[in-house]
């Protein structure tokens, strides 16, 4: 399974969508998926930091992981965010996970260790006890530990996982320094896109992100795997205030969910959490407004045809 299922792609990591009373909205998380999957994605990611997992209770996430499946109806795989302070709990709910057809569990340090020998034992641990293949996500600011390299290295070998999930800026020259030590170890670029060129150009094998527009990232992805560098600078060049503006630390998650609730893939942009429930306030609205208008985007649940937007820039 791990041979197949972590290879190169562009994976969406899907939202947590709430109605709304605040639930969490299992129909619109399968209607959400689906849409996704018509949009191109080659796999699908839910309960990572983006899908505002640490608000969300044991049943919530099994809401979460039945809806996912019944979205993807195995057209794509999906990975699931399994991560935890302690291994039998990340053991847990990788079997959940598994048991609605997840390919891989997705598995980050445990909060604020700075012992990397406990680091190592933690992931060693999940290594011998999770049922799937680990996805090891490597991101400090959710988690308060910063993996070194070569501590990284040693985390994969002991976990055995499959891949990473890299989200420790500056991306890029961590992607080379480890493919120098793990050569053809499969890197997801995440961080929203916003370092996806550069990432894709040292060598990783596609992103992971919740950007609400995968259909850039995957044909940034395919311009690279064609070689044509050109094309990559075009699609990246083009695109890339749209990808910084939601990409913003603190309102990028609410700007998401409004790009994906004008898209059609949300009914609400309703969030939890510190992120004003409400949504974005007027001014941040007129922002997207106006980077949408830059970009050249109208948004509909219709997969972008990057070419035509391309085609009808002025810039």
């Known amino acids: 399974m791990a041979g197949t299922a972590l290879q190169a792609g562009t994976w969406w990591i899907a939202p947590t969508p709430f109605d709304d009373e605040g639930a969490v909205d299992g129909p619109a998380l399968e209607a959400a998926v689906r849409t996704a999957v018509s ?29 996912t499946a019944a979205g993807t109806g195995g057209a794509v795989p999906f990975a699931v965010g399994c991560s935890a302070a302690s ?11 598994a048991a609605h057809g997840a390919v891989a569990a ?21 290594g011998e006890a999770a049922p799937l293949p680990v996805l090891l996500q ?22 055995g996982a499959a891949a990473v999930k890299l989200e420790d800026a500056p991306t890029p020259p961590k992607i080379s320094k480890l493919l120098a030590r793990v050569p053809g170890l499969t890197v997801y670029g995440g961080l929203g896109g916003v370092s996806a060129h550069a990432e894709l150009s040292r060598g990783a094998a596609g992103t992971m992100t919740g950007f609400a527009y995968p259909e850039v990232l ?33 309102s990028g998650l609410a700007v998401r969910k409004e790009l994906l609730r004008r898209r059609g893939a949300l009914t609400s942009a309703r969030t939890r959490g510190p992120v004003p429930a409400a949504g974005l306030d007027p001014v941040t609205t007129a922002e997207l407004d106006d980077v949408l208008a830059r970009v050249g985007l109208v948004p509909g649940p219709e997969p972008l045809d990057v070419d035509a937007v391309l085609a009808g820039s002025t810039r």
């Open 39 to 67: 949009w191109g994605v080659d796999g699908v990611t839910v309960l990572g930091v983006m899908g505002e997992v640490t608000s969300l209770d044991d049943a919530e996430r099994a809401t979460v992981l039945a809806a």
């Open 87 to 97: 291994p039998p709990l990340v053991a847990r709910r990788a079997r959940e996970a």
């Open 106 to 126: 997705m598995v980050a340090a445990p909060p604020l260790v700075r012992d990397s020998d406990a680091v190592l034992g933690f992931f060693g641990a999940v």
């Open 138 to 159: 490597d991101e400090p600011v959710a988690t308060g530990v910063a993996l070194s390299v070569t501590t990284l290295v040693e985390a994969l070998r002991r976990s």
């Open 218 to 250: 995957r044909a940034l992805r395919l311009a690279f795997e064609a070689g044509d560098r050109a094309r990559a600078g075009r699609v990246f060049d083009h695109f890339l205030p749209l990808i910084a503006f939601e990409g913003q630390p603190g």
